[in-house]
């Protein structure tokens, strides 16, 4: 049973349409992470959110940490075949600073 | 390197063999974390060490796995008595940071038959 609930499971867009992905607890983490992982590949860190109501951008992708820093989203803008990939996001509780709890991810189709 | 290298990339065991998966981190790199990621599934934690510590095995799912970094440094991943359910891609990581931020090796497809 995974601890961060991340839906949807898949996702199949069109080039230049936008996309939200979310990832839900029921615990509270010290910060939170999001990762893209392609076939074959160890996952790449994307971003770290530390404070509740943080939001933070990266080009087209936009972050959002929830006030009771429970949750997250990921919204990407304009998205592009570049972008498909399995994304996962992951926290890291107050008292377990080094097991990061992963979500089973959402698999991101963009198609030309 | 400039990464986190894991070798081998493939491994093929038939049930019962013991086999052992090594992990290079980053140069300087305190922090080395274990995971196993099953197919369709985000990583799950196996165990991490800081330094040569081992500061947490909660996620090693028998006694037929055991985790080591002796110097510090390179770290290996063995798992004794090999069976089907170990099947799966091991993921190793390394962390400088304070909130933790991975940066991850390519994993070793283990098979198990």
């Known amino acids: 049973t995974q601890l961060l609930e991340q839906s949807p499971q898949f996702l199949s867009i069109q080039e230049g349409e936008n996309l939200t992905v979310y990832c839900n607890s029921s615990?509270?983490?010290?910060?939170l992470q999001w990762y893209r992982q392609e076939p074959g590949e160890g996952p790449v860190l994307l971003v770290t959110?530390?404070?509740?109501?943080e939001v933070k951008k990266l080009k087209r992708l936009t972050f959002q940490f929830g006030d009771a820093r429970k949750d997250s989203s990921l919204h990407i803008t304009a998205a592009q075949p570049g972008d498909t990939g399995l994304y996962l996001c992951a926290g890291a509780r107050t008292d377990s600073w080094g097991k990061l709890q992963f979500g089973a991810g959402t698999q991101v189709v963009v198609t030309p | 390197g400039a990464g986190v290298s894991q070798s081998p990339r493939y491994k093929v065991a038939k049930r019962g063999q013991d086999v052992a998966l090594r992990c290079d981190p980053i140069?300087?790199?305190?922090?080395l974390f274990w995971y196993q990621q099953a197919l369709g599934q985000g990583p799950e934690f196996l165990t991490y060490?800081?330094?040569?510590?081992?500061?947490?095995k909660s996620g090693l799912p028998s006694d037929r796995f055991f985790a080591e970094r002796p110097e510090g440094s390179v770290s290996t991943l063995k798992i004794q008595r090999t069976q089907q359910e170990d099947s799966a891609v091991y993921l190793c990581?390394?962390?400088?940071?304070?909130?933790?931020?991975?940066?991850f090796g390519p994993g070793t497809r283990l098979t198990v038959l």
């Open positions: 060490f800081q330094n040569e510590a081992q500061l947490d």
């Open positions: 615990s509270v983490f010290s910060s």
């Open positions: 959110v530390v404070t509740g109501g």
């Open positions: 990581a390394s962390s400088l940071g304070e909130y933790n931020e991975q940066f």
């Open positions: 140069s300087g790199h305190v922090s």
